[in-house]
């Protein structure tokens, strides 16, 4: 079994480490300081309590996962030992390729090193390594612990083995990984996630309709089916004569938008960030955040228990 470390406990490391310590597996992780360790422990808390609430498991096995979590702000200590390393920093290009930099002058050669990114390419972000050949990324998605797709990508230098052993963890961690044929920007998910949110924005500047109206025909109509059929799967179901005429008249009339629209652009230069900050494109006071947060949690510990009793493990 992989030694896993994880170097990062903002909102993505801290969940990672609890998906693979439900798995049974005990993971250490690194935090900047001590803060950001507490908020890590608090998020962890917290997300084990809904677990707990919704079934998952007990307070006894609770606990257990909580035990197999070894938080430090020591970078050596975290390394010491570990076999497979998962860096989940801040998106910046030069602070992950620093990190690399620093990780390969303090573990050996044959400790893969992977990354979170949620869409450089890998041959980029590992072209300063002094052994490329070991590093991969695995993009988890948020909220880690509940989501099961993990995208795996190789770099153009990244070796076979590398990649089994990523596939292998992420696979005894109880994830869905799917790994990609070639590397690009944005990988799989984030570039279909990223083209609804291009035409939503483009929809919502020009007026088309409000953004409850924009939000409500996907959680209506397209998003009660895509948890069953993805979107090449749903062109089967209905009809691919259907699908690609309406192809052919309405692509050309797609957004094809370079950069964030007019409303997005303007919110962000106002500092209002969305849920974090309380106003974005909707406003979020703490209570009606906490709501729509235990909703969405709930839906995903719902399908959760779904997948889990497909695989035929317990799922109550
Ligand atoms: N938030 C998401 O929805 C999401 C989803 C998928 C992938 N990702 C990717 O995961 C990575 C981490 O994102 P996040 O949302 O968890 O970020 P975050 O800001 O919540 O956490 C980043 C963590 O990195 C560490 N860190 C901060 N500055 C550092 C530094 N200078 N050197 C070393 N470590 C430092 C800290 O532990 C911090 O908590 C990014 O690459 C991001 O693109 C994020």
Sequence with gaps: MEKISILGCGTMGHSIALSAAWA???????????????????GLRSKLKVMAENGLFNEAEAKRIKEHIHFSTSLAEVVEGATLIIEVIPEVLELKKEMYK???????????????????KPSLLAEEMDH??????????NPAHLIPLVEVVKGARTDEATVERAMNV?????????????????????????????????????????????????????????????????????????????????????????????????????????????????KWGSDISEKINAEREQTLIYFLKNDMKLNGEDGK
Aim: aromatic share 8%.
């Design 170 to 282: 992420l696979t005894a961690m109880n994830k869905k990984p799917i790994l990609l044929n070639k590397e690009l920007p944005g990988f799989i998910g984030n570039r279909l996630q990223y083209a609804l949110f291009r035409e939503a924005q483009a929809l919502l500047d020009s007026g088309a309709a409000t953004k409850e109206d924009i939000d409500a025909a996907v959680t209506y109509s397209i998003g009660r089916r895509l948890p069953i059929t993805g979107p090449l799967m749903t062109a089967d179901m209905g009809g691919l004569d259907v699908f690609s005429a309406i192809s052919n008249y309405l692509f050309e009339d797609l957004s094809k938008a370079e950069r964030s629209g007019e409303v997005l652009t303007k919110l962000v230069e106002e500092q209002k960030l969305g849920d974090k900050n309380g106003e974005g494109f909707y």
């Design 102 to 120: 620093k990780l390969e002058g303090m573990v050996g050669e044959e400790v893969v090193i992977a990354s979170n990114t949620s869409g450089f």
């Design 24 to 42: 049974g597996q005990a993971v250490k992780v690194y935090g900047v300081n001590d803060k950001d360790l507490e908020n890590a422990a608090k």
């Design 132 to 141: 490329p050949n070991r590093f991969v990324v695995t993009h988890f998605w």
